[in-house]
């Protein structure tokens, strides 16, 4: 043995073919799996085990991977996960997933091929929504690191160079992002040293998108106030309702008025593979900067986040470092400057461009458009369910791919006003997940607690919705048999 190497490099070999086998046979039988299922406690007890001193083979560390993981994921490769807003991943991405770890690079600099990979991916991001070909870009964890990113780019556009060695110095910024903005936004501003209390919520109109009246309402009181607007955050497709904000005018608003203009398109951005949905995205090529995944639609496997910056100086300028022990050369390994690590916070990164690269590839734009468009057409095959069934009723218009519905009615009919439809619809879900049927999740919309379905995984299909919905009306039906 030569370090960690093993003595019988065939033993391993067998190894990884039975686990290639085992993992691609796993994706073949998708459908005859649960979605999810509970861990039992004596399971999760192994897990909690402490640190192991001794080693022991690696046959029987898979055997135990096999028993205590593989089971109970989360369950977002099923075709009837609509829980969350996770991509359900592809084989060619898994594989892709092994050569980088075989790999094993460091992206955070040098003269490496990987980094070029990346490159040309984020060239192909802002390709897709037409922003500049030379606008720069890192690969991240997801967009809530993106998303910080373009905080901190705008805060050095707005505060100048000063902001990396004083900090904000007192400056009032004030920045703004719609009522229906995802969690990670007021995150960003308090990461970035801003608080959350910087960020200004901005109400949204009857379609869940963000009121632009409202908005320049309040970045004229602001200014008045004496406090420093710098920045409008927009959102192409909401964590809830997938609502897109109506990126054209507030590109205009944000020119008019200076203002840095970034779009969290997380998982909305891609819908612009589409010849049929990209003009709700209509603006979205005017960003400064925009954030999304391409481990949501793109189905490419976790993690895979993206940021993209249309002015690559300001990013440069906002984290890069002179440092002598990563001292960039015209020549050598050390070449290849300006390097990832000066585009962002991490210098240790690894491959995620690779699992991106050959999912692009492999499957090409226009066939990602396409899968992005049968996504929708099941949210509007789910949409036609709910309205034809007496029991449901649609909460949220139906903008890409999420729905937004209730139980409200049993039988055709309301059962006691003493019920809390709230709770029922909240002991529904739970229900359908312990079931295994399927995985959605819950929201509140307008005061009442939804049932929220996102179909972002490209294996579901019409029969998928349908078992959903019946299994729902089945258990709505027992549990209402109890209500009072």
């Known amino acids: 043995m030569s370090g960690l190497d093993p003595e019988d490099w065939n033993g391993l070999r067998a190894l990884g073919h039975r686990m290639l086998d085992d993992m691609i046979d796993r994706l073949v ?74 790999l094993n690079a460091n992206l955070g600099g040098r003269d490496h091929a990987p980094i070029e990979v990346e490159r040309q991916v984020v060239r192909w991001a802002a390709e897709m929504v037409g922003m500049p070909s030379d606008s720069s870009g890192l690969l991240v964890t997801g967009s809530s690191m993106a998303n910080l990113i373009a905080v901190l780019v705008a805060r050095r556009h707005a505060a100048g160079p000063e902001v990396r060695t004083h900090g904000v110095d007192g400056a009032r910024l004030v920045g703004y992002a719609a009522a229906s903005a995802h969690g990670c936004i007021p995150r960003a501003f308090d990461i970035a040293g801003l608080g959350t209390g910087a960020l200004h919520t901005i109400p949204c109109d009857g379609n869940q998108r963000m009121d632009v009246d409202a908005l320049r309402q309040a970045v004229a009181r602001d200014r008045d106030a004496g406090e420093l607007p710098f920045l409008v955050v927009a959102t192409a497709g909401t964590v809830d309702t997938g609502a897109i904000d109506d990126l054209s005018a507030l590109a205009d608003f944000c020119a008019a008025e200076k203002l840095w203009f970034h779009v969290d398109g997380a998982f909305g951005a891609l819908a612009a593979l589409s010849p049929r949905l990209r003009q709700g995205l209509a603006g979205i090529e005017r960003a400064d ?41 015209d020549r050598g390994t050390a070449g290849n400057a300006p390097w990832p690590a000066d585009l962002g916070p991490d210098l240790s990164r690894g491959f995620r461009a690779l699992k991106v690269w050959m999912t692009l590839r492999t499957y090409g734009s226009a066939e990602i458009g396409r899968m992005v468009e049968r996504c929708c057409a099941m949210a509007a095959h789910l949409e036609a369910r709910i309205h034809a069934e007496p029991e449901l009723e649609l909460l949220a218009p139906v903008t890409l791919n999420i729905v937004c519905f209730r139980v409200r009615h049993l039988n055709g009919a309301e059962v006691a006003e003493s019920v809390d439809w709230d709770r029922f619809n909240s002991e529904l879900v739970k229900d359908l997940q312990e079931s295994g049927i399927a995985v959605p999740s819950t929201t509140m919309i307008g005061g009442h607690r939804a049932i929220r379905a996102a179909i972002v995984n490209h294996r579901t299909e019409t029969g998928d919705i349908d078992m959903m919905v019946d299994a729902l009306l089945r258990l709505a039906a027992a549990r209402g048999a109890c209500a009072p």
């Open 289 to 329: 900067s925009l954030a999304f995944d391409f481990h949501k639609w793109a189905q490419v496997p976790y993690d895979a986040g993206c940021i993209v910056v249309r002015d690559p100086a300001l990013q440069a300028q906002t984290f890069a470092q002179s440092l002598a022990y990563l001292t960039r050369e």
């Open 29 to 102: 039988h998708l459908r005859e799996q649960p979605v999810w299922q509970h861990m039992p406690d004596a399971l999760r007890a192994e897990l909690r085990a402490p640190l192991p001193e001794a080693g022991m083979p690696a046959e029987a560390v898979y055997e135990d991977f096999q028993r205590l993981v593989a089971p109970y994921s989360v369950g977002n490769t099923h075709p009837r996960f609509m829980g969350w807003v996770h991509g359900g991943g592809t084989g060619i991405g898994m594989l892709a997933d092994l050569l980088a770890g075989g």
